[in-house]
């Protein structure tokens, strides 16, 4: 058996000291990506720095003169996070998305920060004795002519064309979350969209956190739209599965003409997209379902397929009309 160290410090300022000071730590919390890891041999931490026992468990709302925001702190767990009043009253697709991820027993463990921070899912990944630029760079790509149904269409590179597996992400993605982030450096706040990274010819980086870089809370400002919001997601079975495609959206409505419109898609490329060219294709002006698909076909117009994943274009397109029009006619009401 492989020799494995385990710490759990009293503050998240000594678990940021922890990783900062020995290479080959890791962060543990809810553990139901890393235990997996470990099992599978994709990763082989020499430490666990465990942070789940620290008092990251806040739901909080703040109002003041800059606006008003959600606190999440990174050890609230998804399934109470998901039924969070606030959160289902101000921001339903969050808890659409949470309520659409894993199954409840890992809804249970899964907390906000280990949601965010998960691998992919790609079978190549998970599989030790198959190439993956991700796990072992310059090894090469089995995913570009293996099994590819979940592969991206979008920002993928000859390196790598997995995608970013989380439901909760995408939701946060279109609700403009900024994530706060403690360093050895002290604190800062990345916006979601800039967390994520395209593969490019370093795949093996996920994010643009440092491995001492601890997620200690996700801030959600309230706005309009964002109460007027849904998460669907396109997969093989109702439970415990992964999106081939998903699609979070929100919708602000006035005299038909629409105010705001943000949308995110899972599923699709190795980070959430925010489908910026739709959006402002469709900003402030009429909203109707010929508008609406060609927004959509320009933000797809970049998309590379292949035969296996082809059908993601036209999941796409739909499952995005079909939302959108659905919002639309609850606006309406």
Same mark, same amino acid.
């Given at each position: 058996?492989?020799?494995?160290?385990?710490?759990?410090?009293?503050?998240?300022?000594?678990?940021?000291?922890? @990783?900062?000071?020995?290479?080959? %730590?890791?962060?543990?919390?809810?553990?139901?990506?890393?235990?997996?890891?470990? !099992? #599978?041999?994709?990763?082989?931490?020499?430490?666990?720095?465990?942070?789940?026992?620290?008092?990251?468990?806040?739901?909080?709302?703040?109002?003041?003169?800059?606006?008003?925001?959600?606190?999440?702190? &990174?050890?609230?767990?998804?399934?109470? =996070?998901?039924?969070? +009043?606030?959160?289902?009253?101000?921001?339903?697709?969050?808890?659409?998305?949470?309520?659409?991820?894993?199954?409840?027993?890992?809804?249970?463990?899964?907390?906000?920060?280990?949601?965010?921070?998960?691998? &992919?899912?790609?079978?190549?990944?998970?599989?030790?004795?198959?190439?993956?630029? !991700?796990?072992?760079?310059?090894?090469?790509?089995?995913?570009?002519?293996?099994?590819?149904?979940?592969?991206?269409?979008?920002?993928?590179?000859?390196?790598?064309?997995?995608?970013?597996?989380?439901?909760?992400?995408? *939701? =946060?993605? *279109?609700?403009? %979350?900024?994530?706060?982030? #403690?360093?050895?450096?002290?604190?800062?706040? @990345?916006?979601?969209?800039?967390?994520?990274?395209?593969?490019?010819?370093?795949?093996?980086?996920?994010?643009?956190?440092? +491995?001492?870089?601890?997620?200690?809370?996700?801030?959600?400002?309230?706005?309009?739209?964002?109460?007027?919001?849904?998460?669907? !997601?396109?997969?093989?079975? /109702?439970?415990?599965?992964?999106?081939?495609?998903?699609?979070?959206?929100?919708?602000?409505? /006035?005299?038909?003409?629409?105010?705001?419109?943000? =949308?995110?898609?899972?599923?699709? *490329?190795? !980070?959430?997209?925010?489908?910026?060219?739709?959006?402002?294709?469709?900003?402030?002006?009429?909203?109707?379902?010929? *508008?609406?698909?060609?927004?959509?076909?320009?933000?797809?117009?970049?998309? $590379?397929?292949?035969?296996?994943? %082809?059908?993601?274009?036209?999941?796409?397109?739909?499952?995005?009309?079909? $939302? #959108?029009?659905? #919002?639309?006619?609850?606006? /309406?009401?």
């Amino acid at each position: 058996m492989r020799e494995l160290e385990y710490l759990r410090p009293d503050s998240a300022a000594a678990a940021v000291a922890a @990783v900062a000071d020995r290479p080959g %730590a890791r962060f543990l919390g809810g553990g139901t990506n890393l235990v997996d890891h470990l !099992k #599978l041999g994709v990763a082989s931490p020499e430490l666990l720095v465990d942070i789940s026992r620290l008092p990251l468990t806040d739901v909080e709302a703040y109002d003041g003169p800059d606006g008003s925001w959600l606190r999440i702190g &990174t050890n609230v767990r998804n399934s109470d =996070l998901a039924a969070h +009043p606030v959160v289902r009253s101000r921001f339903p697709a969050v808890a659409r998305a949470l309520l659409a991820g894993a199954s409840g027993q890992l809804r249970n463990q899964a907390t906000t920060g280990g949601n965010l921070l998960q691998r &992919t899912r790609c079978v190549y990944f998970q599989d030790v004795t198959t190439p993956c630029n !991700k796990r072992d760079p310059g090894s090469g790509c089995s995913a570009l002519e293996g099994y590819g149904r979940y592969n991206a269409i979008l920002g993928a590179s000859p390196e790598c064309v997995t995608t970013h597996p989380s439901d909760l992400a995408v *939701a =946060l993605t *279109a609700m403009d %979350a900024v994530v706060v982030v #403690l360093g050895p450096e002290g604190e800062r706040r @990345v916006p979601i969209e800039e967390l994520y990274r395209l593969p490019g010819d370093r795949p093996e980086l996920d994010t643009v956190l440092a +491995p001492s870089d601890l997620v200690t809370a996700v801030e959600l400002p309230s706005a309009a739209a964002n109460e007027h919001a849904t998460y669907t !997601k396109v997969r093989d079975r /109702a439970s415990f599965a992964f999106a081939l495609v998903s699609v979070a959206a929100s919708l602000d409505l /006035a005299g038909g003409v629409v105010q705001d419109v943000r =949308l995110a898609w899972g599923g699709v *490329a190795h !980070k959430p997209w925010r489908a910026r060219r739709a959006e402002a294709a469709l900003r402030d002006r009429p909203f109707d379902e010929d *508008a609406l698909r060609a927004a959509i076909d320009e933000e797809l117009a970049d998309a $590379t397929t292949t035969d296996q994943t %082809a059908s993601k274009v036209p999941m796409v397109r739909n499952a995005t009309t079909m $939302t #959108l029009l659905r #919002l639309a006619e609850e606006a /309406a009401r």
